[in-house]
């Protein structure tokens, strides 16, 4: 199937999940996850309305960035804080946030360019081994630790991946877990904190993450088919 096909399947899915569980489509961003693609793939995928793009390593974005379609960044991918400097200026969200160290650094760089970094705590409810992100016992204290000591960075909700299954019912259970925290902490009142976001949601799970309350949903494989990680190399 073309891309344009893949995208409006996933719109047309998006649409009618949210309308069944009474939710308004337009809260809920697709961003397409280009990471292996090609800037020609990614160019084709903004014309047929993509407006944000992710990608999970910093080298990636420094190859592709001049030569995209003007869109808006998301780093979704774990950011070693030394890569920080070279991403800071180029991405509008970074996801991915789970230490202290990795928050430090984005406010330090943030801060000598003088702007606000957007982020997003990353959550791992599953305590899933093989994936980052920080435990939902560890969020809170995280979440304050950056609104008392990082005044370039503005939290703007939590980022999670599931663990896969076979049944993506089955990870239903962990996006309610983050879509709770969320609610709790959008309450907080503080000029650096700006819940909007809950990513949550990739091809085989999105749907479930839409009942459960994502708001950006990041889509790869259902966009530009099964990633071929040999072309890179
Ligand atoms: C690769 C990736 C996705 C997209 O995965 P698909 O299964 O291809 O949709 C989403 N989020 C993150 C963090 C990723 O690394």
Not at 192 to 215: C, P, Q, R, W
Request: hydrophobic fraction near 40%.
């Amino acid at each position: 199937m073309a891309l344009q096909d893949n995208i409006k399947l996933i719109i047309e899915e998006k649409n009618r999940i949210a309308k069944e569980v009474g939710r308004d489509t337009d809260e809920i961003l697709l961003c397409a996850v280009t990471k292996t693609r090609t800037p020609e793939e990614i160019n084709e995928a903004i014309n047929c309305g993509i407006t944000d793009i992710c990608e999970n390593k910093v080298q990636e974005i420094l190859e592709k960035y001049d030569l995209i379609i003007p869109v808006r960044w998301h780093m979704v991918g774990h950011l070693q804080t030394n890569k920080v400097k070279y991403i800071i200026d180029k991405v509008a969200l970074i996801h991915s946030v789970d230490s202290v160290r990795l928050a430090e650094e984005i406010d330090k760089r943030a801060a000598q360019l003088n702007i606000t970094m957007d982020i997003l705590i990353q959550v791992n409810p599953a305590m899933d081994e093989a994936k980052f992100g920080i435990t939902i016992d560890e969020t809170e204290a995280m979440l304050k630790w950056i609104l008392n000591n990082c005044e370039n960075i503005r939290i703007r909700g939590l980022m999670c991946i599931a663990p896969f299954a076979e049944n993506p019912e089955d990870v239903s259970q962990y996006f309610r877990e983050v879509k709770a925290l969320y609610d709790e902490y959008s309450k907080i009142q503080h000029k650096n904190l700006d819940f909007k976001y809950i990513s949550m949601g990739m091809s085989h799970d999105y749907k479930v993450a839409i009942k459960e309350g994502s708001t950006m949903i990041r889509i790869g494989t259902a966009i530009f088919g099964e990633r071929n990680y040999n072309k890179q190399n």
